[in-house]
């Protein structure tokens, strides 16, 4: 009999439920990916959308002042001016820029509260889909504006608005999907690798806005418009929402970190205020949680308010970050943009090594809450240093990225999907969505504060925003040093249990 070849014992090698559990996370990984990547371009096209053109007292030269004048009507383009798109040419450039960055979170932190709960009531799959199809058209409408010659700032608040809202079907559906397929046994490091999506989609974004910025700015948001709608089809196709939809069966496993949260571990249960309705097979299926009865769950609330800030920190970055970096290192958009991918390439280490140290440690809050306190420091010296030079400011890209996104990525993944399967559920898996989204939702009202913030201190110096960003990195501190204690008293109480 001949041997079989390579590739087929590879195959053969893994059964069917791992390679099913393999697929369902690189495709939600690429899904969530696409989000990122169309949301990334407006950051990029800034440093287009407003070009920092001379003075008139610089332009008219006294022994070119005759020849300027010449050809100034033949350099300007008809559907720009000479500093850049209007109306974000004029000197209120920051503000306008802030507006589009707030007109979309706003409406995405809204949304994120209704999505959960009307997530839970539908079918993932349909439910993504639609969502990833409305993304990629307000995404592309955003850059039509360029090729129809458009100039109303309401326009584009409009698609921004409009963009934010059905983006939030996002994070709860992959989030939900991937917390059904995988337990909680490695949970930390799986979504820590997992959850680099977000720093993936933000490098590849910046590198297909940045392709086009400087050339023709309009594809910078039609392509990624085409890419989450291509992507959206796919997830109609192949997404598989849960292991019973091919007659599979979940094990549950212990959590010693999220069972440290609970005030009585033997006793404590969440009510609930759900029914048991009757699916068309004749099983019972628990019904959607409510509101209130996931803001119960221990836990909740503190990893909420502590996204709140620490998103607040990391929107900030991902909308301005590219128009510091043209500011201080008085580079090109395009160049800008592309260094500016450093600081997601610092977030995806973040991420892995926080899910790594929280599931050999077993305490999440506890890692939040040491990485939290070595970005406060991190910020303070990228402020510093980035503006003695360029090697000085990748370094600081890469370290401030892992320290900031590492707390962000962890709470809304692992602790996210531990908050959202949590014993006291009492096996109830569809309030996963809910708990997802008060979560995130919580947390992008941060990253609705921070864009705007930043535009509006950022006139008075960039030293400003980041002594700004440091006192929100030490408010999200704060909001875990209850779950902190609680985890320290937890192993301490363990070691002496051992000891007896």
């Given amino acids: 009999m001949a041997q079989l070849p390579p590739g087929v014992r590879f195959i053969v090698l893994f059964t069917r439920d791992q390679w099913c559990r393999a697929f369902i996370f690189v495709l939600t990984f690429l899904l969530y990916a696409s989000f990122h990547l169309s949301r990334k371009p407006i950051s990029i096209v800034k440093g287009e959308l407003h070009k920092h053109c001379a003075s008139p007292s610089e332009v008219e030269l006294n022994s070119y002042k005759e020849y300027a004048i010449q050809i100034q009507p033949v350099k300007k383009l008809s559907n720009e001016s000479q500093c850049g798109w209007e109306p974000f040419d004029k000197n209120n450039y920051k503000q306008l820029l802030g507006a589009l960055d707030y007109s979309f979170l706003c409406a995405y932190a809204v949304g994120m509260y209704l999505s959960g709960i009307i997530g839970e009531r539908l079918p993932i799959r349909y439910y993504l889909t639609a969502g990833m199809l409305a993304s990629g058209l307000f995404t592309a409408m955003f850059g039509l504006g360029y090729f129809y010659n458009i100039h109303n700032l309401w326009f584009y608040m409009i698609a921004q608005i409009a963009n934010g809202l059905v983006q939030t079907t996002g994070w709860p559906s992959v989030v939900t999907c991937i917390g059904n397929w995988f337990g909680k046994g490695r949970r930390g490091l799986i979504m820590g690798i997992w959850n680099s999506h977000t720093s993936v989609g933000n490098i590849l974004g910046s590198l297909i806005a940045g392709y086009w910025v400087s050339t023709c700015w309009g594809l910078s948001f039609v392509v990624p418009g085409v890419v989450i709608a291509c992507l959206g089809i796919v997830c109609f196709l192949f997404l598989i929402e849960h292991p019973k939809d091919l007659s599979y069966s979940c094990k549950p496993s212990s959590d010693p970190a999220m069972q440290c949260l609970l005030p009585d571990r033997e006793n404590f249960t969440v009510p609930l205020n759900h029914n048991m309705a009757v699916n068309g097979e004749g099983g019972t299926r628990m019904s959607a949680i409510s509101f209130i009865g996931a803001l119960r769950i221990p836990g909740v609330i503190e990893f909420s308010l502590c996204l709140l800030f620490a998103k607040l920190v990391s929107y900030t ?142 006139p008075s110096g960039w030293n400003n925003v980041f002594y700004m960003l440091m ?25 002496l249990f051992k000891e007896h």
């Fill in 317 to 458: 970055f991902l909308f301005w970050l590219p128009l510091y970096i043209t500011n201080v290192e008085h580079l090109d958009a395009k160049r800008a943009g592309d260094l500016s991918t450093l600081f997601d390439v610092g977030g995806i280490f973040g991420g892995i090594l926080a899910g790594m140290i929280s599931d050999r440690l077993e305490k999440r809050a506890s890692t939040c809450g040491m990485m939290l306190l070595l970005a406060a420091p991190a910020l303070y010296m990228f402020s510093a240093i980035s503006k003695m030079g360029l090697e000085a400011t990748i370094v600081m890209l890469l370290i401030s990225g892992a320290l900031v996104n590492g707390p962000y990525a962890l709470i809304t993944t692992a602790v996210s999907a531990d908050l959202g399967t949590h014993k006291s559920l009492k096996g109830n898996a569809r309030a996963l969505s809910t708990v997802t989204a008060i979560i995130d939702g919580t947390g992008s009202v941060g990253a609705a504060l921070g864009p705007l913030l930043a535009g509006l201190i950022s």
């Fill in 471 to 495: 006192v929100a990195d030490a408010c999200a501190l704060l909001f875990l040093l209850r779950l902190i204690r609680k985890e320290l008293q937890c192993k301490m109480d363990q070691t």
